[in-house]
């Protein structure tokens, strides 16, 4: 504790007597200072206990010891000392009642105790204090080192919550709450994730405080990490401000959960390389040998079902079209307002990483990441968290480019393409339905495809796609511009005869006109087109270029 006006006037060397204010004698003393000045509080900064002889004081004029004191209250003044049997043999009456009437504690000093043995004291207890807090920094530290060694991040904040009496808590990259301490402490960190998000906005490291007449406590927050945007955070609630040795114990739990959440350049190198020897040798259709190689890190996900990811990265319409200043205004209110996962800045695919990879932590699930290029590649145990967080991504992005303002502000889109549920033995399979689905995403506009869907569906929305169209209007202008001339419907009754699948009554019947009618149609598209009907493969082609021609 440091020293308070009460600690020295029980300071039996001190001989100290109150005289006024005896209910505030428990307020902290930062220093003791000596001024003779009729005003001192130009050089007063609060917390002070001020010693005087009143050399240059009329303390008997009621009117100027009322100003004389005021003036100390307001500029922080937590007592005021007063040397008898110096200038004057007792304290002023003028004085005592001024002191009295603002609550500013007045000791009496006597003459055989020197300013200095005050200031000494003084500064001998805030010594003894800042060593007490030093020194149950160190010893904080020493257990929450333990602790972190030995049961991890749930020890460390069980530790931290102790040191601090209050609660503690800590959030993945995603701003979800993955451990707390006391327990109870869970529900009232999840309420905070809008706050953490916030924090996670500001490069590392951040902090900031939530507090006030709506919170039953007061949170300081801190972001966790090295990188642009933090890995982490941690959220620390106390009841009241944190003293010296409490704020040791945070600032050594900030750098020992660094340390546990930011794994090593060197370390994510290596499970780096490892993940793409696993892939290729997937790919490559070694699964026994990606099985040896992968070990207890990615073992157990090639045990199971898994899902081949395929996510690109593509410049979005900010790098495509220019942007207004008005626009620009409006598309980072639109950014400001989306949901956390929306806001991948220009590296979707490094957050798209952090939102799988935080996924299957939480879950406890093993996912394989591998970096290619402007793609990534993941591997993650089908109907798990970390496949469910991805889709949830993809869709979140493709919903915020559906705001034609949040849009325009996108430096880069991300595109993703998912495979069906396979094995070790068919990775290589997968991952060809990955890229399938991805370039059909490419195609659509679309922020995520699943091959399943492609599979289920039917081909012919495929034949919207801009080069199957001119593919089409290519191969039938011929028929077109014959038939805007008026003499025939060659288009008409082609599609009416394929239809038909070359039944001469039926499809004659459908058109209104005779059979001997239609196959003249025909043969007149044969010599127009110089391609024989009887081709199936002819047939085949006019059959989807008709139907490329009316697809929207």
Request: net charge negative.
């Amino acid at each position: 504790m440091p020293p308070t006006l009460a600690s020295l006037v029980h300071h039996s060397a001190l001989k100290l007597t109150v005289r006024a204010g005896e209910d505030r004698l428990d307020v902290p003393v930062r220093w003791a200072h000596v001024s003779e000045l009729a005003d001192p509080v130009p050089y007063m900064e609060g917390g002070e206990l001020l010693l005087i002889t009143a050399l240059k004081l009329d303390a008997d004029d009621p009117e100027a010891m009322r100003r004389y004191v005021r003036r100390l209250v307001g500029a922080g003044v937590v007592g005021l000392g007063f040397a008898v049997g110096v200038n004057y043999e007792d304290i002023p009456k003028a004085l005592v009642d001024a002191c009295a009437q603002e609550g500013l504690p007045l000791l009496e000093v006597p003459r055989r105790t020197p300013f200095l043995a005050i200031s000494k004291a003084v500064s001998a207890a805030i010594a003894a204090d800042q060593y007490r807090a030093v020194t149950a920094g160190f010893a904080a530290q020493r257990e929450l080192t333990r602790q972190a060694l030995n049961a991890g991040p749930e020890g460390l904040l069980t530790a931290l919550a102790a040191q601090v009496d209050g609660w503690a808590a800590l959030y993945d990259a995603s701003g979800a709450v993955v451990a707390a301490a006391p327990e109870w402490a869970g529900r009232r960190a999840a309420r905070l994730t809008a706050e953490v998000e916030r924090l996670r906005e500001r490069p590392a490291p951040a902090s900031s405080v939530v507090g006030g007449p709506e919170h039953e406590d007061r949170v300081e927050l801190h972001s966790l990490g090295t990188g642009r945007r933090p890995r982490a955070a941690l959220a620390v609630g106390t009841a009241a401000a944190l003293g010296t040795a409490e704020r040791y114990a945070v600032h050594s739990a900030i750098a020992l959960l660094t340390l546990v959440t930011e794994r090593s350049r060197s370390l994510q190198a290596a499970e780096q390389r490892i993940g793409t020897a696993v892939l290729r040798m997937l790919l490559a259709g070694e699964p026994d040998h990606a099985r040896a190689v992968a070990g207890d890190l990615y073992g157990g996900l090639l045990d199971a079902p898994f899902r081949m990811i395929v996510a690109e990265s593509l410049p979005g319409p900010a790098a495509r079209t220019p942007v207004t200043a008005a626009k620009s205004v409006t598309a980072a209110k639109s950014v400001a307002a989306a949901p956390a996962a929306v806001d991948a800045g220009g590296d979707p695919l490094g957050a798209l990483t952090e939102t799988v990879e935080s996924a299957a932590a939480r879950s406890g699930e093993a996912v394989l990441v591998v970096p290619e290029g402007e793609r990534l590649v993941v591997l993650a145990a089908d109907e798990g968290a970390a496949v469910a967080a991805c889709v949830e991504y993809a869709m979140a992005l493709e919903a915020a480019r559906a705001v034609p303002e949040q849009a325009v502000a996108e430096e880069y889109e991300l595109v993703v393409g998912l495979s069906a549920p396979t094995g070790p033995i068919a990775a290589a399979a997968a991952y060809k339905q990955a890229e399938q689905a991805l370039s059909v995403a490419r195609r659509r506009g679309r922020g995520f495809v699943e091959h399943e869907q492609l599979a289920a569906g039917s081909v012919l929305p495929l034949l919207a796609d801009d080069a199957v169209k001119a593919f089409a209007d290519g191969l039938l202008r011929a028929l077109h511009e014959h038939d805007a001339t008026g003499r025939g419907d060659l288009v008409a009754s082609l599609r009416a005869w394929l239809s038909r699948h070359g039944q001469w009554d039926a499809a004659a019947a459908d058109l209104g006109v005779h059979r001997h009618t239609l196959r003249y149609r025909m043969r007149r598209v044969e010599e127009i087109l110089g391609r024989s009907l009887d081709d199936p493969d002819v047939r085949m082609e006019l059959w989807l270029a008709l139907k490329a021609t009316t697809t929207e």
